[in-house]
């Protein structure tokens, strides 16, 4: 027998041993096949079918890829299985590589287009799935397409272009959990109150027969914006935490350390123009360094930092850190803060230790179950104590946080039950306010921000998430029983717009009484916002910092009370500046209550001035005053969790 028979009599031998099972005297025999002729595009192939069937998903991923080359007429569909070897063997990163030189070779394949989308958004690089979940909302023709696509956008709040390919997906398969939920998010974010109610509705139905456990695909963030029932929030939280976060490490005891300042570390990414630092960052410069030791953990994104570190101080410890000498809210942190921790590019592990060395007393996080949070840090319990604040209205339960800061407004008594953290609160409000922020008053025609000069000018700067259809409904009664008022909303996409100007049509009012103004820096929007006369609530989700804006403002806002905590803080923020009286039983007398007001000139100038002169003596805008107040709360946590060390 010549050598090339000889060759071929063991390939054919080869495929009769795979063929009956003898996977691993198929792969020896290849061997000696290869041995005598090198790796031909064939003898790759079999080989990669025999790790397979072997479960040797990398030796089955290799084998495959290497054939690419010699094959060039097999190469997606060699690809492709290459791929998913990689897959099955958690090699996500080569698996990606590989598709991204298979989208070169063949563009616009579904399956190749597809798999890269899903791969980054799985990972959350949404910015880089984008190009591909464009594509694939072209070329997609599944179910499967369609959603992969609609919730990268959905992800980068491209709600108009995900709205068509959720539809598509919801026609296809209406009793899917996960796409009614993305579908139901879409419509409240688009303000299509109609459809949103519907869903809503859908929604409710099918939780409703799920029994005791829910069947939630949303993240608790979500749910807050279209429920105010506490116990589903926690529900909510615990599922959120449990698919994102995984397990938590135990508590672990605390010790104080005499003769040594409190230290306090503080985590966010909002360390930059931001609501969160522009609450925050006059608490940061007020802390008494004489008993506190702060620390800023940041894990600010990059497009979010400004300028190189390049001014340095030398601190106690001897350590050069960064000084800043602009106005910006992040120069203002990056000064304020005795350590800044830079844990940007640190997975949640090396964070961990990051934060454990530097021995801290109390670790607060900023963020709660918000975006770009890193709440994967707290499951490893880098810190004896750890307390949530200020940056999400509810429980973050789930994953290792010991204490929730708030105030009796926002979580009464009976609240307490759905809390996972023990509540620490504050005396008047606990939302943190800077009064160092620009003092605004009125000057020059309001026609310029595009308002009337005349009548009365309502506004509401909520996310139009917020902006649900029956507060719509009684927003537009309002504007019915106050004659040539008009209605003041923060710009959003076309498609709210129209939906809003046909539920305004709906309800008898002219969709030019809604005006739009651009979204504008927080010194330029205070300035023009002062212009406003009255600011109507949303719920059951309120305004949080577009409330404290209005009435720094000196604009009056009208809410009512709320269900939990996303719902009272308006309430909270009300009864810190001394305006009690316009918080209303319920949605009905909260639009009584805002005609009413409307249609009292005096009332209303006499509610202007009282917020004038708050801002010098209300609690809410009393900076120093909050920070004491704060301080004395993190230092009864400390004690407590001393005590139960003990």
């Given at each position: 027998m010549?050598?090339?028979?000889?060759?071929?009599?063991?390939?054919?031998?080869?495929?009769?041993?795979?063929?009956?099972?003898?996977?691993?005297?198929?792969?020896?025999?290849?061997?000696?096949?290869?041995?005598?002729?090198?790796?031909?595009?064939?003898?790759?192939?079999?080989r990669?079918?025999?790790h397979?069937h072997?479960?040797?998903?990398?030796?089955?991923?290799?084998?495959?890829e290497?054939?690419m080359?010699?094959?060039?007429?097999?190469?997606?569909?060699?690809?492709?299985?290459?791929?998913?070897?990689?897959?099955?063997?958690?090699?996500?990163?080569?698996?990606?590589?590989?598709?991204?030189s298979?989208?070169?070779l063949?563009?616009?394949?579904?399956?190749?287009?597809?798999?890269?989308?899903?791969?980054?958004r799985?990972?959350?690089?949404?910015?880089?799935?984008?190009?591909?979940?464009?594509t694939?909302?072209?070329?997609?023709?599944?179910?499967?397409?369609?959603?992969?696509?609609?919730?990268?956008?959905?992800?980068l709040?491209?709600?108009?272009?995900?709205?068509p390919?959720?539809?598509?997906?919801?026609?296809?398969?209406?009793?899917?959990?996960?796409?009614?939920?993305?579908y139901?998010?879409?419509?409240?974010?688009?303000?299509?109150?109609?459809?949103?109610?519907?869903?809503?509705?859908?929604?409710?139905?099918?939780?409703?027969?799920d029994?005791?456990?829910?069947?939630i695909?949303?993240?608790?963030?979500?749910?807050?914006?279209?429920?105010?029932?506490?116990?589903?929030?926690?529900?909510?939280?615990?599922?959120?935490?449990?698919?994102?976060?995984?397990?938590?490490?135990?508590?672990?005891?605390?010790?104080?350390?005499?003769?040594?300042?409190?230290?306090?570390?503080?985590?966010?990414?909002?360390?930059?123009?931001?609501?969160?630092?522009a609450?925050?960052?006059?608490?940061?410069?007020?802390?008494?360094?004489?008993?506190?030791?702060?620390?800023?953990?940041?894990?600010?994104?990059?497009?979010?930092?400004?300028?190189?570190?390049?001014?340095?101080?030398?601190?106690?410890?001897?350590?050069?850190?960064?000084?800043?000498?602009?106005?910006?809210?992040?120069?203002?942190?990056?000064?304020?803060?005795?350590?800044?921790?830079?844990?940007?590019?640190?997975?949640?592990?090396?964070?961990?230790?990051?934060?454990?060395?530097?021995?801290?007393?109390?670790?607060?996080?900023?963020?709660?179950?918000?975006?770009?949070?890193?709440?994967?840090i707290?499951?490893?319990?880098?810190?004896?104590?750890?307390?949530?604040?200020?940056?999400?209205?509810?429980?973050v339960?789930?994953?290792?946080?010991?204490?929730?800061?708030?105030?009796?407004?926002?979580?009464?008594?009976?609240?307490?039950?759905?809390?996972?953290?023990?509540?620490?609160?504050?005396?008047?409000?606990?939302?943190?306010?800077?009064?160092?922020?620009?003092?605004?008053?009125?000057?020059?025609?309001?026609?310029?921000?595009?308002?009337?000069?005349?009548?009365i000018?309502?506004?509401?700067?909520?996310?139009?998430?917020?902006?649900?259809?029956?507060?719509?409904?009684?927003?537009?009664?309002?504007?019915?029983?106050?004659?040539?008022?008009?209605?003041?909303?923060?710009?959003?996409?076309?498609?709210?717009?129209?939906?809003?100007?046909?539920?305004?049509?709906?309800?008898?009012?002219?969709?030019?009484?809604?005006?739009?103004?651009?979204?504008?820096?927080?010194?330029?929007?205070?300035?023009?916002?002062?212009?406003?006369?009255?600011?109507?609530?949303?719920?059951?989700?309120?305004?949080?910092?577009?409330?404290?804006?209005?009435?720094?403002?000196?604009?009056?806002?009208?809410?009512?009370?709320?269900?939990?905590?996303?719902?009272?803080?308006?309430?909270?923020?009300?009864q810190?500046?001394?305006?009690?009286?316009?918080?209303?039983?319920?949605?009905?007398?909260?639009?009584?209550?805002?005609?009413?007001?409307?249609?009292?000139?005096?009332r209303?100038?006499?509610?202007?001035?009282?917020?004038?002169?708050?801002?010098?003596?209300?609690?809410?805008?009393?900076t120093?005053?909050f920070?004491?107040?704060?301080?004395?709360?993190?230092?009864?946590?400390?004690?407590?969790?001393?005590?139960?060390?003990?």
């Amino acid at each position: 027998m010549t050598g090339r028979n000889f060759v071929a009599a063991l390939f054919n031998q080869a495929r009769q041993e795979f063929l009956q099972g003898a996977y691993q005297q198929a792969l020896a025999t290849v061997d000696r096949a290869s041995a005598c002729e090198g790796e031909t595009p064939d003898a790759l192939i079999l080989r990669a079918s025999i790790h397979e069937h072997l479960g040797a998903h990398l030796e089955a991923a290799r084998c495959y890829e290497a054939a690419m080359a010699a094959r060039p007429d097999m190469r997606r569909t060699l690809g492709l299985r290459a791929v998913s070897h990689y897959f099955e063997a958690g090699e996500t990163r080569q698996a990606l590589d590989l598709l991204i030189s298979l989208d070169r070779l063949f563009p616009r394949n579904i399956d190749i287009v597809h798999s890269i989308c899903s791969l980054y958004r799985e990972a959350g690089d949404y910015s880089r799935a984008l190009p591909f979940a464009l594509t694939l909302a072209e070329i997609g023709k599944s179910f499967d397409n369609w959603m992969n696509a609609g919730m990268v956008l959905i992800g980068l709040d491209r709600l108009e272009d995900a709205m068509p390919l959720v539809a598509a997906a919801f026609g296809a398969r209406p009793e899917d959990r996960l796409v009614l939920t993305e579908y139901f998010w879409c419509a409240l974010g688009l303000c299509d109150f109609p459809l949103a109610e519907d869903l809503q509705a859908r929604l409710e139905a099918a939780y409703a027969t799920d029994g005791e456990k829910l069947d939630i695909r949303e993240t608790v963030f979500r749910s807050l914006q279209w429920s105010g029932d506490e116990a589903y929030h926690v529900l909510s939280a615990i599922n959120t935490a449990r698919q994102r976060v995984g397990a938590f490490a135990a508590r672990r005891p605390y010790r104080p350390k005499p003769n040594r300042r409190l230290r306090i570390g503080y985590l966010s990414s909002d360390f930059h123009e931001h609501a969160t630092l522009a609450l925050f960052a006059g608490v940061l410069e007020a802390h008494d360094r004489s008993q506190f030791e702060v620390f800023g953990i940041c894990h600010t994104r990059t497009k979010d930092r400004n300028g190189p570190l390049n001014c340095f101080n030398v601190f106690p410890d001897g350590k050069p850190v960064p000084t800043f000498p602009g106005n910006t809210l992040r120069d203002r942190f990056l000064n304020a803060v005795d350590h800044f921790v830079d844990i940007l590019d640190l997975d949640d592990d090396a964070a961990a230790r990051t934060i454990a060395a530097l021995d801290l007393d109390i670790l607060i996080d900023l963020k709660g179950f918000t975006h770009n949070n890193r709440l994967g840090i707290f499951c490893r319990r880098p810190a004896p104590i750890q307390v949530t604040y200020l940056g999400f209205p509810g429980s973050v339960a789930g994953v290792g946080i010991d204490y929730a800061i708030t105030d009796a407004t926002v979580t009464p008594p009976s609240a307490q039950a759905f809390y996972a953290e023990k509540l620490f609160t504050l005396p008047h409000s606990y939302q943190a306010n800077d009064d160092k922020r620009l003092v605004v008053e009125r000057d020059g025609p309001r026609s310029r921000f595009g308002l009337p000069d005349e009548g009365i000018v309502f506004c509401s700067f909520n996310q139009p998430v917020k902006i649900r259809g029956a507060v719509f409904r009684t927003w537009m009664d309002v504007l019915k029983a106050v004659p040539g008022s008009v209605l003041w909303l923060i710009d959003m996409p076309a498609m709210a717009k129209a939906n809003l100007g046909r539920a305004a049509s709906l309800a008898g009012v002219q969709p030019e009484r809604l005006i739009f103004a651009p979204k504008l820096p927080l010194d330029q929007h205070l300035q023009r916002l002062c212009h406003a006369d009255l600011a109507l609530d949303t719920g059951p989700y309120n305004g949080h910092t577009t409330t404290a804006d209005a009435l720094w403002a000196a604009v009056p806002v009208v809410t009512w009370k709320g269900t939990s905590f996303a719902g009272r803080v308006s309430q909270s923020l009300l009864q810190a500046v001394g305006l009690p009286q316009l918080v209303a039983e319920d949605l009905q007398g909260f639009g009584r209550l805002a005609a009413e007001l409307a249609q009292d000139g005096n009332r209303l100038s006499h509610l202007r001035q009282h917020l004038i002169a708050a801002r010098k003596t209300a609690p809410l805008f009393d900076t120093a005053r909050f920070t004491r107040d704060f301080e004395a709360t993190l230092k009864a946590i400390a004690a407590d969790a001393a005590l139960q060390s003990s």
